[in-house]
């Protein structure tokens, strides 16, 4: 059960209780974090609304969960047009593409989310698009068909990308802005709880806000789902106020220690110590040790454990860090362990 709790809450998918009880920014001073994109993204916008121009065609890459719909949609907002959000793996077909950019406004604004996964007939759609403004529409079948080109309002393509690495060629060079949104700090993630916590109507301490930071993997989504959690656990108990000591007890409940490790995490290093005396050992024989797929330990929590110094990645395989096998050895087997 802990297992579970701990994958649904590092879970990086936006749930229908996200979007519904979520504070959303609508200003880049409402939008806590990332300062210097922030800068660069207002100078973008503002001058792009005095020319009464659109946007150059802008593309925003990094880890999920950021905020990279959220500055689209604020862009939007300052600029004062209409946006329209979509996915690039639902775009199976050109004509799917073709009606969007067809009923766009001038000056909005389309945004493609996971833009890397978009077919490369679809894509192909957009070359002329982003370029010229203007699209080939195929009309009828066989041997009677025939190729239109048809004029489109002016707008600006925001794509956002996890992997920036498998966006072709062609449609990277057709990007006039690319910048990178990056993981949190603890303080700007303390502040995003705490703006939360006032939309939610939880009291949440200084101190508490931090604890949840920590935990929170450098990701304001991750951050927002164990604040509802820690709501949740108050509310059972009568409080609507939470202090360090309770959102200590909610963690824990959740399967989150001290160090802001989920339970999956302290499984991988610790039968990394149990079997392998650290490491090295191969992704797959760790996969099958914990009893979970190699994909998600790469995608889900590798990528922290190496951030926060416990794991490297070596030719031969996986392996605890030589700083960190000391802490990792007496947290899990004691002061005296032999291992």
Known sequence: MENLESIDLISLQQSPEEKEYDFTP??????????????????????????????????LFGPPGLGKTTLANIM??????????????????????VAILTSLEPRDILFIDEIHRMPITVEEVLYSAMEHFRVDVII???????????PIHPFTLIGATTQSGKISAPLRSRFGITERI????????QKIILQNASFLKIIIKDQAAMRIAKSARGTPRIAKKILRRVRDF??????????????????????????GLCTVDNLILR?????????????????????????????VYEPFLLRQGYLEKTPRGRQISYKKLPFLKKKYFGQNTLI
């Open 234 to 259: 108050a509310q059972v108990q009568h409080k609507n106020e939470s202090d360090d000591a309770l959102t200590q007890e909610a963690l824990h409940f959740l399967g989150i220690d001290d160090d």
């Open 182 to 189: 990056d993981f949190y700090t603890e303080d700007e993630l």
């Open 26 to 59: 609508k200003t880049f001073d409402d939008y806590l974090g990332q300062e210097e994109l922030k800068k660069k993204l207002h100078i973008y916008t503002q001058a792009a609304k005095m020319r009464n121009e659109s946007l150059d065609h802008l593309l």
């Open 271 to 299: 039968k990394l110590i149990e079997h392998f005396a650290g490491g090295p050992a191969g992704l797959e024989t760790l996969a099958s040790l914990i009893g979970e797929d190699k994909e998600t330990i790469e995608a």
């Open 140 to 150: 009828g079948q066989g041997a009677g068909a025939q190729s239109i080109n048809l």
């Open 76 to 97: 939007a907002q300052i600029m004062n047009v209409g946006i329209k959000i979509c996915s690039g793996p639902m775009m199976e077909r050109t004509g799917d593409l």
